[in-house]
């Protein structure tokens, strides 16, 4: 692997293997969670689909640790750096320990809520969370220091891991399904550790950090931790509701909409994942981050509004491609979900950028309209249309909130 490393870096920047390696990454879960629709169906996916969104939720609480490491290495020096680390770890793991735990005993209760086939599989998922928050706080370390060829490596591991054991034990064990694809889930986790990036920290030091630093990271983490849970609300909320609400043909179905309309989400990611130690490198040296922040919303709003056009104007062609004649049914609605992930994708940019510069308004603004969200379809979910719809009409308003924030401060910083 080092070989490859090294002869990776002679032919590109790191930051473009890290986009690089990001498609990839996409491109094969596109292809795990396609391939597992087909194979399926919409009923037993519906079940796997279920696994997959607690696999996103637990993304997003573990990214809290991952972004903080990634924010704090750039800013703290070598030394306190690897005492900061070390207590990241120590803190992901014994929450993971805790969260893990917690879906271990209420299995049964997940199992009755979600409507699905078996518990084991929430058992063994539960498992596994420990090793996950392990893995983002090492994979924050690798963001911080700007080592985008191994952080590409360890989101590579966990898709190839999953992707190759998923269908190996659907094809060549008499396997249940659901516990297949749990199990092929927690392995990936631990194959996503690697390269791991060893701390050293210096024998009877235990903490270097001011009271100073010590109350920015809590702040830090805390604010982290509200936008990542209205991350989960807004990506996730509007799966585990459908599969509450509607059975489970039509849970599967909109499972096969939701997929192939976040591509546009999971393909912006990478750019977020640049933006964050650029804007807190560039704060640090006292440089005007806010052309870097219109490069970026440039690409996503010329990439987002490419495949919005196209499930638009081709959406039985992307639905029978993609998952088959099986999942027609939401061909209609393909595009008002690729507009509502739109939304949400360029609205998430300003709340990043906003985050790495220790401003949490946005975070308040997004919080807002995740739970606006929420509202919405629980008001109005007679059809998978309405729900649908629900989601453009709050991440419409959530982009725009996000856009007239960002004119007032630039309008407050002119006028100063």
Aim: charged residues 10%; glycine residues 6%; hydrophobic residues 55%.
């Amino acid at each position: 692997m080092i070989a490859i490393q090294q002869r990776i870096k002679k032919a590109l920047s790191p930051e473009q293997v890290f986009m690089l390696g990001n498609l990839v990454v996409n491109g094969g879960n596109y292809l795990y969670n396609l391939g597992l629709g087909r194979i399926l169906g919409p009923e037993a996916f519906a079940d796997a689909a279920i696994l997959i969104t607690f696999m996103l939720v637990l993304s997003f609480a573990a990214m809290t640790f991952q972004l903080a490491v990634a924010k704090f290495t750039t800013e703290l020096d070598e030394l306190k750096q690897a005492v900061f680390i070390e207590i990241a770890y120590k803190r992901a793991t014994a929450f993971g320990i805790l969260l893990g735990a917690g879906i271990v005993v209420f299995s049964g209760q997940l199992q009755s809520l979600f409507q699905t086939e078996s518990s084991i599989m929430f058992t063994i998922f539960g498992i596994a969370v420990p090793i996950y928050f392990i893995m983002s706080v090492n994979r924050g370390n690798l963001q911080g220091r700007k080592s985008f060829i191994q952080l590409s490596f360890t989101y590579q591991l966990e898709m190839i891991f999953r992707l190759a054991l998923t269908f190996a034990f659907l094809m060549f064990f008499n396997i249940n399904s659901s516990i297949a694809v749990s199990m092929s889930i927690a392995i990936s986790f631990l194959a996503g550790v690697f390269p791991f990036k060893k701390v050293r920290t210096k024998k009877g030091i235990n903490n270097l950090l001011s009271v100073v630093e010590n109350k920015a990271v809590l702040r830090f983490f805390v604010i982290t931790a509200c936008y990542e849970l209205t991350q989960i609300i807004c990506n996730n909320g509007d799966i585990l509701l459908v599969k509450n609400y509607f059975p489970s043909y039509d849970a599967g179905l909109y499972a096969s909409l939701a997929l192939i309309g976040r591509v546009v989400y999971f393909m912006t990611w990478m750019f977020v994942m640049l933006l964050l130690p650029t804007v807190v490198s560039m704060r640090k040296n006292g440089e005007n981050s806010v052309p870097v922040l219109n490069k970026y919303l440039g690409y996503i709003a010329l990439f987002t509004g490419a495949i919005v056009a196209f499930t638009f104007l081709f959406p039985e062609v992307a639905v029978n491609i993609l998952f088959g004649e099986q999942y027609m049914a939401i061909a209609p609605l393909l595009g008002w979900y690729a507009l509502a992930t739109s939304f949400f994708a360029l609205s998430n940019i300003f709340a990043y950028y906003y985050l790495s510069l220790d401003h949490y308004k946005p975070i308040v603004i997004a919080a807002f309209f995740g739970v606006l969200q929420i509202v919405l379809i629980t008001l109005f979910h007679n059809s998978l249309y309405e729900v649908v719809i629900a989601q453009v009409v709050a991440m419409g308003l959530l982009l725009l909130a996000q856009l007239t924030y960002f004119r007032l401060q630039q309008s407050r910083r002119i006028n100063a």
